[in-house]
């Protein structure tokens, strides 16, 4: 039977087969645990009900917190929990499906005060963070959204991009942009462990890619910070994204598969043994293209065909009072993009054929303990590791050479210990250090046509650790007004550099349903380590090398955002944010006196200069708007609009655009969903964004030809912007649920209008031009998932 014809039949077979079982009615299992939202311990006594039920469905959780509902039936549900001395928590269109059980936590928060005769009408709030210490400038995200929002392809990075104020760098990474930020502000943490780069070809040093290794169906609901955050997080000065991995199924063994853009995925969880509940989950994915190209598929791409595979796993082992995990995420990537070869993947190299290599992995192990009814410990241990190794033929130069060749590897050891305390339904702290030790080897040479020789503009192996320590503090005056207050501080002993950062949050909620906001804090950035570790060829003869940047100090931040919460009747919201940030210490150099490292990343590359200083500036302003509103009847929204001004001051004293001032980025989802027969689900999902164009540097076409080399109008850097940005995705998802089977069928339509929206000018030796790349033009993709 040819390719095509199986591909488009055996889910037809899976589907009729589905339908042949349909003899009886579907049901499935909900439970979950509840918790304390602060010390996390389990609240007994709890009561669930599934509203809107006729006779009303509920239970009470069990002493360690556990609740059960067994043969419910399929589709959408609402849930409204409660418990004495705790706000009620509604949660609404929670999705029951045949192909497994539905495990939820439900977190309670402590009243203040004790109600008696007054009725408090909870608020539907899916946006609010899990962190109890973020009052500004966060919010929470499910799984359900990054598979909603159209053109997020299961990403977390690519959905984040909808939220007001973030943007991405381009279509063919996922870099998040916060705020007129670099994307190297940004700080990656899953489990609670600081994590480098996870992204299939992500270099060292950045924080995105073009494919994420973080599997979206092993998240739990996470949280992500645009500014302002809580003195738990830092070496950051943009935002942070805090990724939970959900436990696996501790009663059941469950099982999935999947294919579309994320490659071809197989997962299974399940219970170590009916004795206990330990449980397992483990997923292991493999690049799409990579298959059906060893299959004989050509895709019009030459060799430029991305090559990568990934494995993610939890182990949850829950013990009297408390619980270990181990968790890890790994995958390895190639690619070749071969301009010799006519390669149509277009990454603004054209004139180069370039062979890419990158490795990420992290493994760890928390440990929970519960001291008393009051107070959580948390220890951590865990090892990352991250490389990127590139070879580079400058087809100006021939082939018969590499132009560059680089070798970077970096190991990270990191322990931590945490302690949570609650004093009283008031006061909470929350306190704990890191230490960190990253054991580095880097190598990276290029070929000078005067020398006739390469030279090593980066050669080390060594180490460097850096020690950190937080406390922040939480005072409820009332149920209605909170104060967070804290103090983050870094110290790195490779050059006795420190850090001292004091944070604040209030929120005061005057009305119901509505709240104002205020933040504060310092912030403070390590260098990318290859900043530290860039060499200067000062003899050629004897080829001596010196170290210009080891003595860099931390790049610093301070953030002021207010805001403004609204609940707009049932289900929708308004929120209004306006900040200001002064970032100063930022790296300059007056070997060029122009450039600021803030303008650095999003890229598959970056400036490195000598003799780089601290005396750079930078100034973020700006306004944002959100109004959504929740999945409620199958429809949702989402519009977010930001203005906002970036900029930056060099070595030179003059105030100029950052690289990522955009000034404008307007947001529009929408979706909606049809309940179709009894077991049916069909969803359509919109996405439209219009923005700024990116900035960038101009190209001298006449220095560049003289020399046959690029040359850059540094005198007029980040001025000019490409045509404004505009985007159209849609997305329609099919879901059929079957006796102990669950199918879907999904297609994402990228690039409606086949917009040709501009990536990157560089200069082609090889034909001594300008060449311009494009960003992705319309492209459809096909995913189909199972639960079984």
Same mark, same amino acid.
């Given at each position: ?464 650790? +850096?020690?950190?320590?937080? %406390?922040?503090?939480?005072?409820? &005056? !009332?149920?209605? #007004?909170?104060?967070? @207050? =804290? ?55 004897? +080829?001596?090398?010196?170290? %210009?940047?080891?003595?860099?100090? &931390? !790049?610093?931040? #301070?953030?002021?955002? @207010? =805001? ?225």
């Amino acid at each position: 039977m040819p390719g095509p014809v199986r591909q488009i039949f055996l889910p037809i077979i899976f589907g009729l087969f589905s339908y042949c079982a349909m003899a009886q009615e579907l049901a499935q299992t909900f439970r979950g645990q509840v918790i304390d939202a602060y010390t996390e311990l389990p609240l007994p006594g709890a009561t669930v009900i599934i509203s809107g039920t006729d006779p009303l469905l509920g239970t009470s959780t069990d002493a360690d917190g556990f609740f059960r509902f067994d043969k419910l039936p399929l589709g959408r549900f609402d849930i409204r929990v409660s418990m004495m001395g705790y706000k009620t928590n509604s949660i609404s269109n929670l999705l029951l499906s045949s192909g497994r059980e539905l495990v939820l936590t439900v977190r309670l928060e402590e009243q203040v005060y004790m109600l008696r005769d007054v009725e408090v009408r909870p608020e539907l709030r899916k946006d609010q963070p899990i962190n109890e210490m973020a009052a500004v400038s966060a919010r929470s995200f499910t799984i359900d959204e990054t598979e909603r929002y159209a053109g997020s392809l299961g990403d977390p990075s690519r959905m984040a991009a909808n939220f007001a104020g973030v943007s991405s760098a381009s279509d063919q990474r996922n870099d998040i942009i916060i705020r007129g930020n670099s994307p190297l502000g940004l700080l990656w943490r899953l489990e609670g462990v600081e994590v480098p780069n996870p992204n299939h070809f992500g270099s060292i040093g950045s924080t995105g890619g073009p494919v994420s290794m973080i599997n979206n169906n092993q998240l739990d609901n996470s949280d992500f910070y645009t500014g302002a955050f809580p003195a738990e997080y830092g070496n950051a000065l943009a935002g942070a994204f805090d990724l939970r991995m959900r436990n696996g199924n501790n009663e059941k063994q469950e099982f999935m598969g999947q294919v579309g853009f994320n490659g071809f995925e197989l997962g299974a969880e399940g219970p170590f043994s009916s004795k206990n509940r330990a449980s397992y989950m483990i997923n292991a994915r493999y690049s799409t293209l990579e298959v059906l190209q060893a299959a004989g598929m050509s895709f019009g791409t030459g060799a430029a065909v991305p090559k990568y595979k990934d494995v993610s796993f939890k182990l949850n082992f829950p013990r009297e009072r408390g619980r270990i995990s181990l968790f890890g995420v790994g995958g390895d990537n190639s690619i070749a993009m071969l301009d010799s070869k006519g390669d149509d993947a277009q990454y603004g190299f054209a004139g180069n054929d370039i062979y890419f290599k990158n490795r990420m992995g992290v493994a760890g192990i928390n440990h929970i303990h519960y001291l008393d009814s009051d107070t959580r410990l948390v220890q951590s241990l865990a090892v990352s590791y991250i490389s990127s190794m590139v070879d580079i033929y400058d087809l100006g130069s021939g082939l018969d050479r590499k132009s560059i060749e680089e070798n970077l590897g970096e190991t990270r050891y990191s322990i931590s210990s945490k302690i949570a305390r609650r004093f009283s339904s008031r006061n909470y702290l929350n306190a704990g250090v890191i230490l960190d030790y990253f054991d580095i080897n880097y190598r990276g040479q290029e070929y000078r046509e005067e020398m006739e020789d390469y030279w090593f503009y980066i050669n080390t192996k060594g180490g460097m650790g +850096m020690a950190r320590a937080f %406390t922040e503090w939480q005072h409820r &005056f !009332s149920d209605k #007004l909170t104060m967070n @207050t =804290g103090i983050h501080s870094s110290y790195l002993f490779f050059n006795d550099t420190y850090g001292i950062e004091p944070r604040m949050g209030i929120k005061w909620t005057f009305r119901p349903g509505q709240s104002v906001n205020f933040g504060a804090g310092m912030h403070s950035q390590m260098q990318m380590k290859g900043l530290y570790f860039s060499n200067v060829l000062v003899d050629t003869l004897s +080829m001596t090398y010196e170290r %210009t940047n080891e003595d860099l100090d &931390f !790049s610093r931040s #301070l953030h002021l955002v @207010t =805001g403004y919460d609204r609940l707009l009747g049932e289900g929708h919201r308004l929120k209004a944010e306006v900040y200001y940030q002064y970032l100063y210490n930022i790296p300059v150099t007056p070997k060029r006196p122009e450039f600021s490292a803030l303008s650095q990343g999003g890229a598959f590359n970056y400036w490195v200069f000598s003799n780089m200083e601290n005396t750079g500036r930078g100034a973020n302003k700006g306004i944002e708007l959100t109004l959504e509103k929740f999945l409620q009847k199958g429809f949702y929204y989402l519009v977010t609009a930001s203005v906002f001004d970036a900029a930056y001051r060099g070595y030179d004293g003059v105030w100029r655009n950052s690289a990522f001032n955009n000034n404008y980025i307007f947001n529009a989802l929408a979706g909606y969903e049809w309940v179709v027969g009894s077991r049916s689900l069909l969803s359509v999902d919109l996405k439209t964004v219009y923005a700024g164009g990116n900035r960038y540097l101009e190209i001298d076409y006449e220095e560049s030809s003289r020399y046959n080399e690029v040359r850059y109008r540094w005198d007029t850097a980040y001025d000019k912007r490409y045509p404004d940005y505009f985007r159209l995705n849609g997305r329609i998802t099919f879901r059929l649920n079957g006796q102990n089977i669950n199918q879907e069928w999904a297609v994402d339509l990228q690039n409606i209008t086949n917009r040709s929206n501009v990536f990157a000018e560089n200069w082609n030796r090889a034909r001594q031009e300008i060449t311009t790349s494009y960003q992705m033009g319309f492209l459809p993709m096909m995913t189909y998932r199972i639960y079984f």
